[in-house]
């Protein structure tokens, strides 16, 4: 009996505050991996020209900061199924749930933070564009030419970060539930290659990857990545319930 007892917001609020702090050297990792790629994409870019027609193109992008952004939250996601950060949520008074909530909320934080900085780049992208080249194309518009297809592509990057983080979570906790799952993982991943290079009509990846990348309705898209996600995160609850508090 306790004069006191916690409630689980504020246990989820302790918890949080706690594991942003823990984790704050990745998000300086991220910032820095999307300056470093922003550079030198810029520096490089892609370029080709026609010396008879005296036509020369340079192609710019943040693609590479978005898939560096998206790599960092499967990396991140991974490590938070850990040992080490499962131990350090537990120092807290809590229960899985709330440790399951608290990652959530972590990685829906980071997703924001992740996504917007990577969005963002691409206007540094067009500024750099604008000042260095006397004739652009721009192939997305920006937050002031059409706002509503800017806030559009800075949702999809925030869902596609969310969906990266809860699927390396989920394997995460397969993995931490049973070192075996490791080893099956890499076997179906091994086996579908395999499918895949015998069977060339069939990709199961490319499917995935139709699934989402290809629908045209941004609401049909976001029930789909959100059903994905609350699955996912259902699925490491129930993965979970056997495995021991703390070891």
Not at 20 to 37: C, G, Y
Not at 216 to 233: A, D, N, R
Request: net charge neutral.
């Amino acid at each position: 009996m306790y004069l006191t007892e916690p409630k689980f917001f504020d246990i989820v609020i302790r918890q949080f505050r706690f594991k942003m702090n823990a984790n704050a050297a990745a998000f300086t990792t991220l910032i820095i991996l999307q300056v470093v790629l922003l550079f030198t994409n810029i520096s490089g870019g892609f370029s080709h020209g026609y010396d008879a027609l005296q036509l020369y193109e340079q192609s710019l992008s943040n693609d590479a900061v978005v898939a560096a952004t998206l790599f960092w939250a499967c990396i991140l996601g991974f490590l938070l199924t850990s040992e080490a950060q499962r131990n350090e949520s537990f120092t807290f008074v809590s229960n899985r749930l709330s440790y399951h909530v608290t990652n959530f909320l972590f990685m829906l934080t980071a997703s924001i933070i992740g996504g917007v900085t990577a969005v963002l780049t691409g206007s540094v992208v067009k500024l750099y564009a604008i000042l260095q080249f006397e004739d652009i194309i721009v192939t997305t518009p920006g937050l002031l030419v059409a706002p509503s297809d800017f806030f559009i592509r800075l949702a999809t990057a925030i869902a596609y970060t969310l969906l990266f983080f809860m699927v390396s979570y989920t394997i995460g906790m397969f993995i931490q539930l049973n070192k075996i799952f490791l080893l099956l993982f890499v076997i179906g991943w091994i086996a579908l290659t395999i499918i895949e290079n015998t069977w060339a009509t069939f990709s199961f990846m490319q499917s995935i990857f139709a699934f989402f990348w290809h629908e045209h309705s941004m609401t049909v898209f976001l029930l789909k990545v959100s059903s994905t996600i609350l699955g996912l995160f259902a699925t490491s609850i129930l993965i979970t319930n056997r495995l021991e508090v703390r070891r």
